[in-house]
Every structure is written in C-alpha cells, then in structure tokens.
C-alpha cells in the first residue's frame, strides 16, 4: 500500500520556529514536495527535494532522507498568514502526486 | 492567482446529471494533472496529460468520469450519472516537463450533488 503520515494539527506563536515531519511508504519514489493551502484557496508549491539535504527558500526550508523515507517541513519566524494547512506530496513514476492528509497549523500572537 | 483557471468555479447538480468542468493551464506547460479534494483530505490524484496524451489514470477513477486535452491546451473532465459522492472540490494543475514535483494548481471547482 501506499501511505504519507504526518502531524494532523501544529500550533505556535509568532516569530517561532516549527517543524512538520512526514514520513511515507510508497511504491516508487522520485521526491517530495511541500505544498500550503489556505482555507478556501488552491495547494501553492513550497519545495520539492529529489535528493537527500536541505532545500531553503526563504523563510521555509524542507528537507528529505531517502534512507528513512522521511521529510520534514521547517518554517521559520512564523507570521499570521502562515495559519494555514501544509501538505507532504510524493512524486511517483510519471508525475503523479501522492498527498497526505495535511497538517493544519494554527499561529497566535 | 498561478496562471490556472477552472471553471466553473462552483456546480450544483442533481443525482444523474452528467456535468463538464473545463482547466486552462499555464500556457508554457504541457502538463496537466485533475485532482479531486474532500474536506479534510489532500488532493486525490484522478488523471494526467502530457500534451493531449493521457498518459496516467488512478485506478480510483470510474468509468463515469473522462478528461480529454484535445488540441494540448485546455481540458474538460466530465462525470456522468452524478452521485452523492461526487460531490468535492476538483481541482487542476500544470507543470512544465521534468518539473513534476512543482505543480501550479487553479481555483478549483467546487461540485455538490444533491
């Protein structure tokens, strides 16, 4: 079977710093990507890791072991706006992508 | 807003109904992917184009639903014989070839079928 687990909810404070894992078990494997959605909008593209390391964008860095089938999204000085639900996607053969769940992130001041 | 637009962007139907959602992608991308999203789930992968090949199909998509990209550009998904639980937000994306990880999605289409 195929499967993505990560957290189903996260909160913290403005200016913090959080960390959101996922973890998969997949039939074939070429990435993973992040995505954020907020409520009522379309998946935006965070990140994407085809190979082992950190990938910084700004503010969010992803990161991603092929050897644990694990990655982990980090956002840093978190903002308001970052309220949102974030998304783990494998990339399979072709371009399929596989989502997990979610987990929604709550920032307060 | 990604470049992506769907419409419509909201469909109410009865049960039965055959109903058409159209996807203009990002016109640089000759890739385009139809999702479907119920609360509290990611994006269910349903089918992907590569020009106006179809190249992929879940195994989750029913012989009631089709897509079609027939000139390469834009594409249409139709679902025949609506049922209840149809009833989800479908949404499309694009990408640009070898960029398959970074996928822009459109609005979506929000769909109930009552």
């Known amino acids: 079977g195929q499967s993505l687990e990560q957290p189903s909810e996260v909160t913290a404070v403005e200016g913090a710093i959080v960390q959101i894992n996922c973890t998969y078990q997949?039939?074939?494997?070429?990435?993973l990507s992040w995505y954020q959605q907020h409520d009522g909008g379309a998946p935006t593209f965070l990140s994407y890791?085809?190979?082992?390391g950190l990938e910084e964008t700004g503010r969010f860095s992803s990161f991603l072991s092929r050897s644990d089938s694990y990655g982990y999204l980090l956002l840093q000085e978190l903002q308001m706006k970052d309220s949102a639900s974030y998304f783990c996607?494998?990339?399979?053969?072709?371009?399929?992508?596989?989502f997990g769940k979610g987990t929604t992130l709550s920032v307060s001041s | 807003d990604t470049g992506v637009s769907q419409d419509p962007r909201h469909k109410i139907t009865k049960r039965g109904q055959n109903v058409t959602f159209r996807c203009d992608p990002i016109?640089?991308?000759?890739?385009l992917y139809w999702y479907r999203q119920t609360l509290g789930q990611g994006p269910e992968f349903l089918t992907y184009?590569?020009?106006?090949?179809?190249?992929?199909k879940s195994r989750l998509l029913s012989d009631r639903f089709s897509a079609e990209r027939p000139k390469g550009s834009f594409s249409t998904l139709e679902i025949q014989r609506t049922e209840q639980g149809d009833s989800a937000m479908y949404l499309c994306?694009?990408?640009?070839?070898?960029?398959?990880?970074?996928?822009?999605f459109g609005p979506g289409t929000r769909l109930t079928v009552t």
């Open positions: 996607a494998v990339r399979q053969a072709g371009t399929a992508l596989i």
């Open positions: 890791n085809a190979l082992d």
């Open positions: 994306a694009s990408s640009v070839p070898g960029q398959g990880g970074e996928q822009y």
């Open positions: 016109s640089e991308h000759n890739r």
């Open positions: 997949t039939s074939g494997f070429y990435g």
């Open positions: 184009f590569q020009n106006e090949a179809q190249l992929e």
